[in-house]
């Protein structure tokens, strides 16, 4: 529950949100002798494209549906209901730049995982993000955002 006060007014583009956690050796598609194909490695601009589209989502540039095949339906349900809160609070955020990536940085903790921190510039302000994305029936899905 974000935090408000006159000093510190809420911000529409903060959130932070995670699938329950299944054990990875528990999942029926998760095989760790198996590399992921070559045709399926994670690039940075499509994270940085995924998360540009989610903080244009928060401002109510962009409708949730176009992340539904990109977020694990935990991520896409807090993310629509946050976009909803925003868009009744505050209506459509007023266009400034568009929100542009910085800085990707990738990190694989296991095979079919991957973390990524970015810097972005979201029209207003510099921000951090991480996302994590794991490969699901074979695509890659975001099972937890947070955007600072």
Same mark, same amino acid.
């Given at each position: *529950?974000?935090?408000?006060? &006159?000093? +510190?007014? @809420?911000?529409?583009?903060? !959130?932070?949100?995670?699938?329950?956690?299944?054990? !990875?050796?528990?999942?029926?598609?998760?095989?760790?002798? *198996? /590399?992921?194909?070559? %045709?399926?490695?994670?690039?940075?601009? =499509?994270?940085?494209? =995924?998360?540009?589209?989610?903080? #244009?989502?928060?401002?109510?540039?962009?409708?949730?549906?176009?992340?539904?095949? @990109?977020?694990? /339906?935990?991520?896409?349900?807090?993310?629509?209901?946050?976009?909803?809160?925003? *868009?009744? !609070?505050?209506? +459509?955020? &007023? +266009?400034?730049?568009?929100?542009?990536?910085?800085?990707?940085?990738?990190?694989?903790?296991?095979?079919?995982?991957? %973390?990524?921190?970015?810097?972005?510039?979201?029209?207003?302000?510099?921000?951090?993000?991480?996302?994590?994305?794991?490969?699901?029936?074979? +695509? @890659?899905? =975001? =099972?937890?955002? #947070? !955007?600072?």
């Amino acid at each position: *529950m974000p935090v408000t006060s &006159p000093q +510190r007014p @809420w911000d529409r583009v903060a !959130i932070s949100t995670a699938d329950e956690p299944v054990p !990875i050796w528990l999942r029926t598609d998760f095989h760790p002798e *198996m /590399p992921l194909p070559a %045709e399926f490695e994670l690039e940075k601009r =499509v994270v940085g494209k =995924v998360l540009v589209h989610a903080i #244009e989502v928060l401002l109510g540039h962009r409708p949730c549906s176009q992340l539904r095949n @990109w977020l694990s /339906p935990q991520v896409f349900s807090a993310l629509s209901r946050r976009a909803g809160l925003a *868009m009744r !609070i505050h209506g +459509r955020a &007023p +266009r400034a730049s568009a929100p542009r990536v910085r800085h990707v940085h990738l990190c694989e903790p296991r095979q079919r995982v991957c %973390e990524a921190s970015v810097v972005l510039h979201d029209g207003q302000q510099i921000r951090g993000a991480a996302l994590r994305l794991e490969f699901i029936r074979d +695509r @890659w899905r =975001v =099972v937890a955002l #947070e !955007i600072g």
